[in-house]
């Protein structure tokens, strides 16, 4: 039986018609699908590109193939083009497929209705909360409070008529959008943790007073991952005596407007911008450089960042949204967009060794619990039961 899978990541194709991605989805990811299904087939958006620089990944390969939904940014392009894509959507879906709705996402809200009509079952991955997405300084937008109020809603509904369900988070996203009680429901989060990716021992002790090297990595695309209040928050440490390094890593469209921030703070030698970096050992090594890894998000679902991190022994620092609190100690967290109670936890953290030698050892176990292998056989459980109840729904046909 072959899969299809919609989601709201944007691709690149070139001449050739190879489809790529700069950091997430690549083909490694969909290969996972591949252990129970026969053939993937990815609905999502693909803009036509002449080239793409060496740092983008090949998306599509031997049994993954793309159903290209038109390119749009944004609520307003989606506007003008809605019905194109609507129709393409519905036409990638055939028959005898087993379906997954990665949300939330606007483009499987096309196809909820035809799925809802014909009672046909489906799957669902939540793999992010669109009521934190669209919380108040996330997201610049005018109609931001009636997308907050309007998508939790449909994500809901999506969930509560899904035949299998899995979340990235054991408990947070379940509470807000929770399966239907007949549903198969199950978590496991997207991160890759190979042995590779885990440190043997837990950081030491540092021997003397230096420069803390904090870190944090995510998209710049929006500001939902809180770095304009860290960058704030590192001056007002560093105002306050502490010697402190900012790194962090990702791109988009809000980089120079930070860089820009920390200009004007004098912070230029403070904060460094690492721009996209391939996913893997890369971002590893930006990893192991720090000694704390920060991430002040508004929302969140289950952020694979901070666990990459965890798994490198990196002490932690993360605002108290979506499923980061099932990944740290209440003393490590924050409420998110409060810029003197970061600069607080940071310096509370990075003044005392002890502490961040018990943060070191205690990520480190936690990460172990997303390993590679203990995610599989979750995934591999709900793929089956999604597979075997389609099967039985077309032979009820």
Not at 121 to 140: C, K, L, M, N, T
Not at 202 to 207: A, I, L, S, T
Not at 283 to 295: M, N, P
Not at 345 to 366: G, H, P, Q
Request: proline share 6%.
């Amino acid at each position: 039986m072959n899969l299809i899978v919609v989601l709201e990541h944007r691709f690149a194709s070139t001449p050739d018609e190879a489809v790529w991605t700069v950091s997430q989805f690549p083909y490694s990811f969909w290969m996972r699908y591949l252990e129970v299904f026969d053939q993937v087939r990815v609905v999502a958006r693909v803009k036509k590109v002449p080239s793409v620089s060496p740092m983008w990944k090949r998306a599509d390969g031997e049994g993954i193939s793309f159903a290209t939904v038109p390119h749009y940014i944004g609520p307003w392009q989606y506007l003008l083009k809605a019905q194109q894509v609507k129709h393409a959507v519905i036409n990638a879906v055939g028959v005898n497929n087993a379906v997954i709705l990665r949300v939330s996402s606007q483009i499987s809200q096309c196809l909820k209705p035809l799925l809802h009509q014909n009672d046909y079952p489906y799957g669902v991955e939540v793999v992010a909360d669109p009521y934190d997405i669209f919380a108040p300084g996330s997201v610049r937008n005018p109609l931001r409070p009636f997308f907050r109020w309007l998508f939790p809603r449909r994500l809901r509904r999506i969930c509560a008529e899904a035949s299998v369900a899995s979340y990235v988070t054991e408990q947070a996203l379940q509470r807000r959008y929770p399966p239907a009680p007949n549903a198969f429901a199950t978590y496991y989060s997207d991160v890759e943790l190979p042995d590779m990716a885990f440190v043997s021992a837990p950081r030491v002790p540092r021997q003397k007073i230096g420069t803390f090297n904090l870190i944090c990595v995510g998209t710049l695309a929006q500001l939902y991952k809180g770095q304009d209040i860290l960058i704030d928050a590192v001056n007002l440490c560093i105002k306050q005596g502490l010697d402190l390094k900012l790194t962090l890593v990702g791109d988009g469209k809000h980089r120079g407007e930070l860089e820009t921030q920390a200009k004007n703070l004098g912070l230029e030698e403070r904060v460094c911008f690492s721009g996209q970096l391939t996913a893997g050992e890369a971002v590893r090594q930006e990893l192991d450089r720090a000694d704390i890894f920060v991430l002040p998000s508004h929302q969140e679902g289950l952020p694979r960042a901070m666990i990459e991190a965890m798994a490198r022994g990196l002490p932690c620092i993360g605002s108290h949204v979506g499923g980061i609190p099932e990944l740290l100690a209440n003393e490590d967290l924050v409420t998110a967009g409060n810029l003197t109670v970061l600069a607080d936890k940071i310096r509370e953290v990075v003044t005392d060794s002890e502490r961040m030698v018990r943060m070191s050892l205690r990520n480190l176990e936690k990460a172990k619990n997303y390993h590679n292998e203990v995610l599989r056989e979750r995934r591999n459980a709900c793929y089956r039961n999604l597979r075997q109840k389609t099967e039985l729904w077309l032979k009820s046909q």
